[in-house]
């Protein structure tokens, strides 16, 4: 079992405090990120800017992964995570993510790239723990 930590610290109200999280691996260090950074457009960064880098990280590795089974390698995998927060009945919630692909691969089919795209998103670790959303693929493959 792998296990990785990442901490979060809050002072003040919604609107006026303002927190700082850091991971374990030094990435993130007591990075400011507050109400103003999640639904204002300040500097900084937020949870789902966090949730959307950790998804386009885990899917384009498990498309690396997946494409050894077509005998293909990546000579560019490129994937942008869109995530949607929506205010609900019952408070905010993550809607939708959209992934979006370009991927350059030598010698691979455009079925075999889609089926292998779409094989990455349903089997990457973030793809299941996010299950509850939406996910939405769009695959382009550069020649």
């Known amino acids: 079992m792998i296990k990785k930590t990442a901490s979060a610290h809050w002072s003040g109200g919604l609107k006026d405090g303002g927190g700082k999280l850091s991971t374990e691996s030094g990435a993130l260090h007591d990075h400011r990120y507050g109400f103003n950074t999640r639904f204002e457009g300040e500097a900084g960064t937020n949870p789902e800017e966090l949730i959307g880098a950790a998804h386009a990280g885990c ?6 992964m997946v494409l050894g089974d077509y005998d293909a390698k990546a000579e560019d995998i490129d994937t942008q995570a869109t995530v949607h927060l929506g205010e609900q009945a019952s408070g905010f919630e993550i809607t939708r993510i959209d992934l ?15 089926q292998a795209a779409k094989t990455a998103k349903e089997n990457c670790p973030v793809s299941k723990v996010l299950a509850g959303a939406e996910i939405t693929l769009t695959a382009k493959l550069d020649s």
């Open 59 to 64: 899917f384009s590795m498990a498309l690396s």
């Open 100 to 114: 979006d692909l370009t991927a350059k691969i030598p010698g691979i089919s455009e079925s075999d790239f889609q």
